[in-house]
């Protein structure tokens, strides 16, 4: 059975590539830079823009991982119908779709939400990874020099703002699992239960570090700022404005009941166990 993984070279497909190859699973690695070089896949590039290109890299796929790239909402609305019009035409064996995260599922935006109604509509075996934000945010130069330097955690969350934090890797296990359990369908919740506190975060950061952390809260804009020379001012003043967003929730916490713990079995790494595996 082949697998065909999206963004394979990124944040999020790298890791799933790196798990099924590990298993011996036969992988296509779907990039868009034709000279990628991953490990045990075999790489193909392709283009959002043509459904057609999708459809011939899905054909014959027993799964298909599916996240949308970052962009502006009409580039991501584009890329969803592509996306859906492509997996009507192969009819892959399976699908798994990682929102990846920010929200609840419930308050996605628009290509994220096409995405899911398509695949409702279409009758093919999906599930929906829906985590909330990663624990990788948190290595973001600016942050992470603020722990290990200064011995501040400074975010854009209040104190008190608890979170379901998960990794990537969090990601990568719950769609393997997916693909070996077609009978999971729906929207399956990945991250902490009970969801974690900015001084509980700093904690971890602290015993890992070996020296005291404290966190403090950042403002929006003032976030946005710092990231603008990493990101670009756009896609900074897009964080920007969803941990503003955020911010007028009570807390970004999964539901027990949708739980990747519950469902599949899969207990999200702690902070401590995350920090030791990403050698930081």
Not at 14 to 19: E, F, G, K, L
Not at 36 to 58: E, F, I, K, N, T
Not at 129 to 144: G, K, Q, T, Y
Request: aromatic content about 4%; proline content about 5%.
């Amino acid at each position: 059975m082949n697998y065909v993984i999206h963004g394979a070279t990124g944040a999020q497909g790298a890791p799933v590539v790196a798990a099924l190859t590990a298993n011996g699973a036969s992988v296509t690695a779907l990039t868009r830079n034709a000279d990628a070089v991953v490990v045990g896949a075999q790489v193909r590039a392709v283009d959002l823009d043509s459904a057609h290109a999708l459809a011939d890299a899905y054909r014959a796929a027993g799964g298909v991982f599916v996240h949308l790239p970052l962009g502006g909402e009409e580039d991501r609305l584009s890329h969803a119908r592509n996306i859906v019009t492509a997996l009507n035409i192969a009819r892959p064996g399976r699908v798994v779709f990682s929102t990846s995260g920010g929200t609840p599922v419930e308050l996605a935006d628009r290509a994220v939400t096409s995405v899911i109604d398509g695949l409702k509509e279409s009758g093919l075996s999906h599930a929906v990874i829906a985590p909330r934000l990663f624990l990788e945010n948190l290595l973001l130069p600016p942050v992470l020099a603020g722990a290990r330097e200064q011995g501040v955690l400074r975010y854009p969350l209040r104190a008190d703002h608890s979170v379901s934090w998960a990794s990537h890797l969090d990601v990568a296990d719950a769609a393997v699992a997916l693909f070996d359990r077609p009978e999971v369908t729906g929207v399956i919740e990945v991250g902490r239960h009970p969801a974690v506190t900015g001084p509980e975060l700093a904690e971890a950061f602290a015993a890992h570090l070996g020296h005291g952390v404290t966190c403090e809260a950042l403002a929006p804009a003032a976030f946005g700022d710092l990231l603008a020379p990493l990101l670009g001012s756009d896609a900074a003043a897009g964080v920007a404005g969803l941990y503003a967003f955020l911010g007028t929730l009570p807390d970004n916490a999964i539901a027990s009941s949708r739980s990747a713990q519950r469902l599949l079995g899969l207990n999200p790494r702690t902070t401590a166990r995350w920090l030791t595996d990403m050698g930081q």
